[in-house]
């Protein structure tokens, strides 16, 4: 007599997650799907935040972080990327995206889609069309 084991595909395909954060609530639901995939299937978070070189929430952001993954036993990592003039938070996310190896970005939308989302220049638009990677956008 053999016991069968449940066998999660998902843990084979996720391993690495990267999670853009902003300050304010838009993140918080990515935030909370990542820790939630990454306790059950042991995946790994690296948690980016983009922003111009002298913002003012990079700690906050950090112990936002510090707090949500708080006792959870999730391994994570939190970036910060300078956003320079010639650049978008979009196109950080991609370079990151291009130079680390992940499986999955998990993000939040604020509700555009469509061509409603190009018009208001949409970072999980741009993201999810650019990324060398699957992409899973909240709303």
Same mark, same amino acid.
């Given at each position: 007599?053999?016991?069968?084991?449940?066998?999660?595909?998902? %843990?084979?395909?996720?391993?690495n997650i990267l999670v853009p954060v902003s300050p304010?609530?838009?993140?918080?639901?990515? $935030?909370?799907?990542?820790?939630?995939?990454?306790?059950?299937?042991?995946?790994?978070?690296?948690?980016?935040? !983009?922003?111009?070189? %002298?913002?003012?929430?990079?700690?906050?952001?950090?112990?936002?972080i510090r707090k949500a993954v708080g006792r959870s036993?999730?391994?994570?990592?939190?970036?910060?990327?300078?956003?320079?003039?010639?650049?978008?938070?979009?196109?950080?996310? !991609?370079?990151?995206? %291009?130079?680390?190896?992940?499986?999955?970005? $998990?993000?939040?939308?604020?509700?555009?889609?469509?061509?409603?989302?190009?018009?208001?220049?949409? $970072?999980?638009?741009?993201?999810? $069309?650019?990324?060398?990677?699957? !992409?899973?956008?909240?709303?």
């Amino acid at each position: 007599m053999s016991v069968d084991e449940p066998v999660y595909e998902v %843990s084979y395909k996720f391993r690495n997650i990267l999670v853009p954060v902003s300050p304010g609530g838009r993140s918080k639901d990515a $935030i909370s799907v990542a820790l939630d995939m990454a306790q059950r299937y042991g995946s790994r978070i690296v948690f980016l935040y !983009v922003a111009p070189p %002298s913002d003012p929430h990079v700690e906050e952001m950090r112990e936002t972080i510090r707090k949500a993954v708080g006792r959870s036993g999730v391994q994570y990592t939190f970036k910060f990327r300078e956003l320079r003039e010639d650049e978008t938070v979009a196109s950080e996310i !991609v370079k990151e995206l %291009s130079e680390g190896e992940y499986d999955l970005v $998990i993000m939040s939308t604020r509700g555009y889609y469509g061509t409603t989302a190009f018009l208001y220049h949409s $970072i999980s638009m741009s993201v999810a $069309i650019a990324a060398n990677t699957s !992409v899973l956008i909240l709303r």
